[in-house]
């Protein structure tokens, strides 16, 4: 009993030194958990904004829903959709700027941060798993490097990068152009897809559970 009494006194003047340091740590990094859990299933969802193709089809059942489904869509994604873009490809390039060495230039990383974008959302229509385990490849890399080698955030490296992006302004128009070209390309194929075939059984019960919560939420 006198050793475990002991013991406690020599632990306790630890804890209380070094255990708010901890959980901040702790906090911190279950902090950076939750951000990245939101964004990359943002990224990776395939219906960004809970739209399905067919949802006014099959409510109206008439022409007209098809066509209010179709305006929809194109200010959804012709209109809003860029937005989400800019949130994506600026949140995976800051992430490269912390990673990437300095042989990698800032056109390079601005290439790869485009391209993994672009990946993300056509796999996206493929498979939503797959997309899922993609968009956190990067997001989760960067707390594993930063919790093992704290010596890869260099500022001055980071703000001569930031500091050359207005150099690269045409590039990067360009570069959301394309994700919103590849985007528009994919739910132009999703909606043919739904016309020759119809729509798939996981995808009616996709829908039917979605509108059970909406309507649960809304009551």
């Known amino acids: 009993m006198a050793d475990i009494q002991a013991w406690i006194q020599a632990i306790l003047p630890e804890l209380s030194a070094k ?3 901890l959980l901040i740590f702790s906090l911190s990094i279950v902090l950076y958990g939750v951000l990245i859990y939101h964004f990359y299933r943002f990224v990776a969802t395939r219906d960004v904004f809970g739209f399905d193709l067919e949802r006014f089809r099959r409510k109206e059942g008439s022409f007209l829903g098809w066509i209010i489904n179709k305006f929809l869509g194109i200010i959804k994604y012709g209109a809003i959709f860029p937005f989400f873009v800019f949130i994506w490809f600026a949140g995976f390039s800051l992430l490269l700027f912390f990673m990437a060495g300095e042989e990698l230039l800032v056109t390079d990383i601005l290439k790869v941060s485009v391209a993994f974008v672009a990946a993300i959302r056509i796999a996206s229509y493929y498979n939503d798993d797959l997309s ?3 968009a956190k490849l990067i997001p989760f890399a960067f707390l594993g490097i930063a919790l093992v080698d704290l010596s890869f955030f260099d500022q001055a490296r980071i703000l001569d990068r930031v500091d050359q992006i207005p150099f690269f302004i045409t590039e990067i128009a360009t570069y959301f152009s ?6 528009w390309a994919m739910r132009i194929l999703l909606s043919a897809k739904f016309f020759v075939l119809g729509v798939n059984k996981k995808e009616i019960v996709k829908e039917h ?3 059970q ?3 649960i939420v809304e009551d």
């Open 19 to 21: 255990g708010p340091e």
């Open 213 to 215: 919560i909406e309507e």
């Open 209 to 211: 559970l979605k509108e």
């Open 178 to 183: 394309f994700i919103v070209v590849v985007e």
């Open 132 to 134: 899922k385990d993609m």
